[in-house]
């Protein structure tokens, strides 16, 4: 029987995959603030509840509160890099860099938290990367490019992402998995809406009223179900890896790809084959 820990990384991967398609979905023609705006409203009141039910009482020092900070701070800064350079890139080439972020907490975990995989599970973590990538590559875009500004920001992106889940799994080890939720749950509610607020000032244009209710209340219901998954992570880092739990997370373009394939009977193109085969074949090695 699988680990728990193995069961909720797949369940992660199973939310953010369905919450992508809503996102896709409901925010069609959307800006990036209004993007960052709609997280912090609908991810930060959602872990903040389930902090309020489930939180524990624990003794906190200052290292303690330095971390899920700095985790919290790492993971909707990628969100804010991510969104901005698709602003000023097209996805093929902003998504293929931001989608290696596991490769940044695979080596960021073997040196800071002395984690230590088996030769096949790093096998399997190196396939899951390497399908991410090419999935990622095979979107199509008419003229792929990007702006310095856009390249940069996404390698920002990339290396906030990957240093996210190292933080995220010491955060659960100091804090404990539901208090870590608190913290990130406020940090992104106040990021997100200070962000808002300090664009709107020079963009007025950019706001919720803009956007069509029932395109907001898709977004929002994408985002509910990368809460949740949100939730399952950090539960999967309690007894997890940190590199094969972000590997498997960072796979759900799998999920996206199969709920098209099932639901909207869309057909798998040819370049997609490779990141598919690469991913599914990293599955079973990580668990080993």
Wanted: proline share 4%; glycine share 12%; net charge positive.
């Amino acid at each position: 029987m699988a680990e728990l820990w193995l069961l909720l990384a797949l369940g992660t991967m199973l939310m953010y995959g369905i919450g992508q398609v809503f996102q896709k979905i409901g925010t069609t023609g959307s800006n990036p603030t209004t993007m960052i705006l709609l997280t912090a409203l609908v991810m930060g009141p959602i872990w903040g509840a389930w902090y309020v039910i489930f939180r524990d009482d624990v003794n906190l020092t200052v290292y303690s509160i330095v971390v899920p900070v700095v985790g919290g701070v790492l993971g909707m800064a990628g969100n804010i890099f991510f969104f901005e350079a698709l602003a000023r890139g097209n996805v093929s080439i902003i998504g293929t860099l931001v989608a290696a972020y596991p490769c940044v907490t695979v080596i960021t975990a073997f040196f800071l938290l002395d984690e230590r995989l088996t030769a096949v599970q790093y096998a399997g973590v190196g396939l899951i990367i390497l399908g991410i990538v090419g999935l990622s590559t095979s979107r199509s875009d008419s003229v792929p490019s990007a702006s310095k500004l856009g390249l940069m920001l996404a390698i920002a992106s990339f290396l906030a992402f990957g240093l996210a889940g190292v933080t995220l799994k010491e955060a659960v080890r100091v804090v404990g998995n539901d208090n870590a939720m608190g913290f990130y749950a406020l940090l992104y509610s106040v990021i997100g809406v200070s962000y808002w607020v300090s664009k709107r000032r020079s963009h007025p244009e950019q706001s919720l009223t803009e956007i069509p209710r029932k395109v907001v209340g898709i977004g929002a219901i994408g985002l509910a179900f990368s809460a949740i998954g949100g939730i399952m992570l950090i539960w999967a880092m309690v007894d997890g890896p940190a590199s094969v739990v972000i590997a498997l997370s960072g796979a759900y373009p799998v999920i996206m790809i199969l709920l098209a394939l099932m639901l909207l009977k869309e057909r798998i193109a040819l370049r997609q084959v490779p990141g598919l085969l690469a991913v599914l074949g990293g599955l079973p090695l990580v668990s080993l």
